[in-house]
C-alpha cells in the first residue's frame, strides 16, 4: 500500500500495477507494469529497465536507470545521480517535473524540474529546468551529456565547498543557443571545468567565467581564466 517500503532485488520482470510509499532497487530488475512511489524512488546499485512506467516525486540514481522499448519514467521534482547512469532510448520518455507530455526519445526537464550530481546521461535532453552538476570528492564530480541539450534552461557547476572539489562538465554533442552554462561565483574560488568534445557546436555563451583556476577544455587545447 501507500505506506509500504518495496525493496527489489534482482526480481526479473514485474508485471501488473502497485503504489508504495518507497520503491529501493538492488541488482538487476525490470518493471514492466506501473509503479507508483509517494515518496521516492531509489536505485540503489544494477540496472533497473523501464519498458512500462514508473513515477515518484524524486529519484535517486547510484547504478543505471534506462526507459526502454516505450517505457516511461517521471519523477516530479529532482533526479539526483550519484555516478549513476539515465539512459533513454528512442521510444521512452524520461520526465522530470508536473508539465506533461514529454515526447519519446528525451530526458525532458520542465521548468520546475532538477537533473542534479555526478554520473552520465545517455540520452537527448530538453532542460527547460535546471541541471546543477555537483561538487564533491575527487571522482564524484562529474555530469557527462552524452546527447545534444536543447529548451531554454540553466546548467549551473558548483563551486567547491569546503572539503570538495569543483564540478567538472562534459558536453559531448550540440548544446543550443537557447541554453544558459553558468560557472558559479560562491565561495569565492573558481575551478571548475567545462569540456566540450564538440565545441563547434556549442551555441551559448558561458556566463560568470572569471575566476582564476576555472577552466574551458575545447578540442586540442584548454583555455582557463
Known sequence: GASDYA???????????GTVSQL???GTDTVAGTLTAVSSLINNSGTLVVT???SAPNAIIVG????????RIGSASVINLLSGVLSVDGSSSVEIGTAGGAAAGLLTIDASGQLGGDGTV?????NNGTITVGSGAAGANTLEIIGPVTGSGTIALQPPSVTG????????SSVAASQSVDFGYYYGVGTETLRLLDPTQFSRVVEDFWLPG???VLVGETITS
Open 165 to 172: 572539489t569543483a564540478a567538472i562538465l562534459q558536453l559531448d
Open 64 to 71: 543505471r536507470l534506462a526507459a526502454k522499448s516505450g517505457g
Open 24 to 26: 529501493n532497487f538492488t
Open 214 to 216: 576555472e577552466s574551458l
Open 52 to 54: 512500462g512506467a514508473v
Open 7 to 17: 525493496s527489489i532485488t534482482n526480481a526479473g520482470s514485474i508485471t501488473g500495477t
Open 122 to 126: 545517455a540520452a537527448s535532453v530538453l
